[in-house]
């Protein structure tokens, strides 16, 4: 049984291209467009091998879901993937330190994710 990734991304060309990025690696991808989408998803099934996430979700901070999802114990040990184009340097630095696992700017190169 493959490994299942959630994605929480807005952008459809960008969600796109991680899809296949991780499909082409055997996993299974589960998408979602927002960070409410993304915290019943994580409810709902807790046993996802990482989550990769733009800081761009609209109705969620990127640091108040990684915040929410590192206090639930099923996920908090769950990787973080931050995907972004317009954070400065402080701003990643703080979202690691918030419990995010790490970061990879926009356009994703795809060898970066393997």
Known sequence: MSKIV???ERDEEIRALLTEAMRSLGLTVVCSNSGKLTLEILSFNPGFAMLIMDTALGDYAAADLIYEIRMDQDLAKMPIIIVSD???VKDINDLLEMG???FIAKPPNTGQLQ
Request: no cysteine; glycine share 0%.
């Open 6 to 8: 959630l994605i929480a």
């Open 86 to 88: 317009r954070i400065k």
């Open 100 to 102: 995010a696992s790490y």
